[in-house]
């Protein structure tokens, strides 16, 4: 088969995974080396679905032995098949690598033979890359569930990022969609790989030049919306995983319809995107912004709102907090502002320090204050323009439209009374804003 | 009035400084083009670019205000916006008044023009890393060209040395006819005409195949969403890109 076909049938197997991150290791080239990593991460290209390409992705074979129901290459399916050789995907890497269309490989496989079979030959790719052809850039890889876990620690210390998909939330969604998947073994390996980056660490405190293992840290991913599971289940889920497994990333994957026929999975037309964008910024409050799983959501409201982001959800849940102060607020509050992130909450730190921030400067450092202005106040004022309470603002937040007063306490007197008309509501507040 | 002109070079920039804190003087600073119109009632001095009062007036940024004043400096005269000149002597005043809490004045509005300009610039450089394509001409030659907003070549050495330090490149700025040219061990900036990026390559290179192969199969299509594609990667730079 010519290398084209078969990166067609292999890329495209591969694209349901959607980790394509590229940063936290930065590891050097060596002389006479190829490649280096960027600890920031670097995106080289977006695909036409406004994904990110940085890694070259792909599947070392799609023939596979299991038969999961949500997954395009399993053994039912009558698909194009093909494998690459460990030598081909070296020299795609290679070659992309020195043309700069991407910043490293992303290698997963199905199952062939065995899940040990399977390890031995991603093994065999990354060995090639790291040590004949001396490339040192970014490498992510999937430990195989099932596999000998002496090959995965072999493997791991030659990559920058391992991953175990947990693929369903659920044991029985599982047992269900995946019947040869199940947790134990998914967990297994996953906790072994923990336990190897913890300890390779100490090591590299005593021994400078100990081999690392996994700089980048473990990753993993999950389907939403194939099996029933709520939000508040999965987000507890991924805390777990944060807090026990010390995993740098859960992905989240909207379920895309790829097998039509299987009376256990949902039938949909579209995937649920927009649910997985709040559980990605769920995601994001839990590891950048101190919340925890049990104060974004609880047993009475299971599922994120899909108007309103889980931060402003939280934020008119708990209004009592605000509005805070942005001279005096501490950093843990600032970032609990829905609105001001990471970088908006330092740069408040900083500017603070020399000057007692207004309105308007926030505004001048380019502080989004779409959202902010109903939970803060600025030296003592509020700029809100609603009082604070959590039905108005919910309603100024989700529907933009007729976010102004539907019995707004003046009235523009008419210049022309005669004329019988009365002015809208739009009307009114063309007359404010001055807008047509 | 007294408007300062100098050559475009940074250093020419740095000397217009240094003449206006030494000649007591507050002018207006510009970069001097080409068919420029002076102004009828104003003073205009022509800066001589000094190598040695430039290294002063650089010396005294990193030791009086700080570091990252200098680089936000250098980096806000790579923008090459319109009168960012001015807006970098500011700056520099004030940050001399001041000293290194200068960046702390984040809404300050002499501060804040360099920053934004510093922060573009840093922000495209970024995005060339990901998005500079070579193409194979020789067995061991790279060449990429690209056509930035701001002037980033000088600061995309650092990282291609290091990265692709074993193969031969050149990264060619097509607008501002100038390349970055590294023969694995040292990289100059020279002079090279735009046109020459036109000129058809001679071997076909299969990787650029593959790779728009690649490009094209690794997109869902249930998913497609060219507004956040174009949101990610400006249409302004589709240009050099192969795959599209």
């Given at each position: 088969?010519?290398?084209?076909?078969?990166?067609?049938?292999?890329?495209?197997?591969a694209?349901?995974?959607?980790?394509?991150?590229?940063?936290?290791?930065?590891?050097?080239?060596?002389?006479?080396?190829?490649?280096?990593?960027?600890?920031?991460?670097?995106?080289?290209?977006?695909a036409?679905?406004?994904?990110?390409?940085?890694?070259?992705?792909?599947?070392?074979?799609?023939?596979?032995?299991?038969?999961?129901?949500?997954?395009?290459?399993?053994?039912?399916n009558d698909?194009?098949?093909?494998?690459?050789?460990p030598?081909?995907?070296?020299?795609?890497?290679?070659?992309?690598?020195?043309?700069?269309?991407?910043?490293?490989?992303?290698?997963?496989?199905?199952i062939?033979?065995?899940?040990?079979?399977?390890?031995?030959?991603?093994?065999?790719?990354?060995?090639?890359?790291r040590?004949?052809y001396?490339?040192?850039?970014?490498?992510?890889?999937?430990?195989?569930p099932?596999?000998?876990?002496?090959?995965?620690?072999?493997?791991?210390?030659?990559?920058?990022?391992m991953?175990?998909?947990?693929e369903?939330p659920?044991?029985?969604s599982?047992?269900?969609?995946?019947?040869?998947k199940?947790?134990?073994?998914i967990?297994?390996?996953?906790g072994f790989?923990?336990?190897?980056?913890?300890e390779?660490?100490?090591?590299?405190?005593i021994?400078?030049?100990?081999?690392?293992f996994v700089?980048?840290?473990?990753?993993?991913?999950?389907?939403v919306?194939?099996?029933?599971?709520?939000?508040?289940s999965?987000?507890?889920?991924?805390e777990?995983?944060y807090?026990?497994?010390?995993l740098?990333?859960?992905?989240?994957?909207?379920?895309?319809?790829?097998?039509s026929?299987?009376?256990?999975?949902?039938?949909?037309?579209?995937?649920?995107?927009?649910?997985e964008?709040?559980?990605?910024?769920?995601?994001?409050?839990?590891?950048f912004?101190?919340?925890?799983?049990?104060?974004?959501?609880?047993e009475?409201?299971?599922?994120?709102?899909?108007?309103?982001d889980?931060k402003?959800?939280?934020?008119?849940?708990?209004?009592?907090?605000?509005?805070?102060?942005?001279?005096?607020?501490?950093?843990?509050?600032?970032?609990?502002?829905?609105?001001?992130?990471v970088?908006?909450?330092?740069?408040?730190?900083?500017?603070?320090?020399?000057?007692?921030?207004?309105?308007d400067?926030l505004?001048?450092?380019?502080?989004?204050?779409?959202?902010?202005?109903?939970?803060?106040?600025?030296?003592?004022?509020?700029?809100?323009?609603?009082?604070i309470?959590?039905?108005l603002?919910?309603?100024?937040?989700?529907?933009?439209v007729?976010?102004?007063?539907?019995?707004?306490?003046?009235?523009?007197?008419?210049?022309f009374?005669?004329?019988?008309?009365?002015?809208?509501?739009?009307?009114?507040?063309?007359?404010?804003?001055?807008?047509? | 009035?007294?408007?300062?002109?100098?050559?475009?070079?940074?250093?020419?920039?740095?000397?217009?400084?240094?003449?206006?804190y030494?000649?007591?003087?507050?002018?207006?600073?510009?970069?001097?083009?080409?068919?420029?119109?002076?102004?009828?009632?104003a003073?205009?001095?022509?800066?001589?670019t000094?190598?040695?009062?430039?290294?002063?007036?650089?010396?005294?940024?990193?030791?009086?205000?700080?570091?990252?004043?200098?680089?936000?400096?250098y980096?806000?005269?790579?923008?090459?916006?319109?009168?960012?000149?001015?807006?970098?002597?500011?700056?520099?005043?004030?940050?001399?008044?001041?000293?290194?809490?200068?960046?702390?004045y984040?809404?300050?509005?002499?501060?804040?023009?360099?920053?934004?300009?510093?922060?573009?610039v840093?922000r495209?450089r970024?995005?060339?890393?990901?998005i500079l394509?070579?193409?194979?001409l020789?067995?061991d030659?790279?060449?990429?060209?690209?056509?930035?907003?701001?002037?980033?070549?000088?600061?995309?050495?650092?990282?291609?040395?290091?990265?692709?330090?074993n193969?031969?490149?050149?990264?060619h700025?097509?607008?501002?006819?100038?390349?970055?040219?590294?023969?694995?061990?040292?990289?100059?900036?020279?002079?090279?005409p735009?046109?020459?990026?036109r000129?058809?390559?001679?071997k076909?290179?299969?990787y650029?195949?593959l790779?728009?192969?690649f490009?094209n199969?690794?997109?869902?299509?249930?998913?497609?969403?060219?507004?956040?594609?174009?949101?990610?990667?400006?249409?302004?730079?589709?240009?050099?890109?192969?795959?599209?």
């Open positions: 088969m010519e290398l084209q076909e078969k990166l067609k049938i292999l890329s495209s197997a694209k349901y995974d959607v980790s394509c991150s590229s940063s936290g290791s930065n590891r050097k080239n060596t002389k006479g080396g190829i490649g280096n990593g960027a600890s920031c991460g670097i995106c080289h290209s977006w036409d679905d406004g994904r990110c390409i940085s890694l070259l992705k792909i599947l070392l074979t799609n023939y596979c032995i299991y038969d999961c129901s949500y997954c395009v290459n399993r053994i039912s698909v194009p098949r093909a494998s690459f050789t030598n081909e995907v070296a020299n795609l890497t290679i070659n992309f690598y020195k043309r700069n269309y991407i910043e490293g490989l992303f290698l997963s496989s199905s062939i033979k065995s899940p040990s079979y399977t390890m031995e030959l991603l093994y065999e790719s990354v060995r090639l890359l040590e004949e001396r490339f040192n850039g970014y490498i992510h890889i999937k430990a195989i099932g596999a000998d876990l002496r090959i995965i620690e072999a493997t791991g210390i030659l990559v920058d990022r991953s175990v998909n947990i369903l659920s044991n029985n599982l047992k269900l969609l995946a019947p040869q199940e947790k134990e073994s967990l297994k390996p996953m790989i923990t336990s190897k980056i913890i390779k660490k100490d090591e590299r405190k021994i400078k030049r100990a081999p690392g700089p980048a840290g473990q990753s993993t991913q999950m389907i919306g194939a099996s029933p599971e709520n939000d508040l999965i987000i507890r889920l991924s777990k995983l807090q026990h497994y010390k740098k990333r859960v992905y989240y994957s909207a379920y895309v319809p790829v097998n026929s299987s009376p256990n999975l949902p039938a949909i037309n579209n995937p649920p995107l927009l649910r964008h709040r559980l990605y910024q769920a995601d994001w409050l839990l590891r912004y101190g919340f925890s799983a049990g104060e974004l959501l609880d009475k409201t299971p599922n994120f709102d899909i108007k309103l889980p402003a959800n939280w934020a008119l849940n708990n209004i009592n907090l605000f509005p805070v102060e942005i001279n005096k607020a501490d950093y843990e509050m600032l970032l609990r502002v829905p609105g001001i992130g970088r908006s909450a330092y740069k408040i730190l900083k500017a603070r320090k020399v000057k007692s921030l207004n309105y400067d505004k001048k450092m380019g502080i989004v204050l779409k959202r902010a202005k109903f939970f803060i106040t600025c030296k003592g004022k509020y700029n809100g323009g609603l009082d309470n959590d039905k603002i919910r309603y100024a937040l989700t529907d933009n007729k976010t102004y007063d539907a019995n707004p306490k003046w009235e523009q007197i008419s210049l009374p005669t004329i019988d008309k009365m002015p809208t509501v739009n009307d009114n507040f063309m007359s404010i804003t001055g807008e047509i | 009035m007294i408007n300062y002109y100098y050559d475009g070079s940074f250093e020419g920039l740095l000397t217009a400084i240094y003449e206006a030494y000649r007591r003087e507050s002018p207006n600073i510009f970069p001097e083009q080409k068919n420029m119109q002076l102004q009828m009632l003073t205009n001095v022509k800066i001589e000094s190598e040695e009062k430039a290294s002063k007036v650089y010396e005294a940024i990193h030791k009086k205000i700080s570091y990252n004043a200098l680089k936000n400096t980096h806000a005269y790579l923008s090459e916006i319109k009168g960012i000149s001015q807006d970098i002597f500011k700056y520099l005043k004030f940050g001399f008044k001041i000293g290194e809490k200068v960046d702390l984040l809404s300050d509005e002499k501060v804040l023009p360099v920053h934004k300009a510093a922060k573009s840093q495209e970024h995005l060339i890393l990901g394509r070579f193409k194979s020789h067995d030659l790279y060449y990429a060209s690209y056509e930035p907003h701001h002037n980033v070549t000088a600061l995309l050495i650092s990282h291609f040395s290091k990265r692709l330090s193969q031969n490149w050149i990264i700025d097509v607008k501002r006819n100038i390349a970055a040219v590294y023969d694995k061990s040292n990289c100059v900036i020279t002079d090279l735009g046109k020459i990026y000129q058809p390559i001679a076909a290179d299969e650029e195949n790779f728009k192969e490009f199969s690794v997109c869902i299509k249930e998913r497609i969403n060219p507004k956040l594609q174009k949101q990610f990667l400006p249409k302004r730079y589709w240009k050099h890109l192969i795959e599209k």
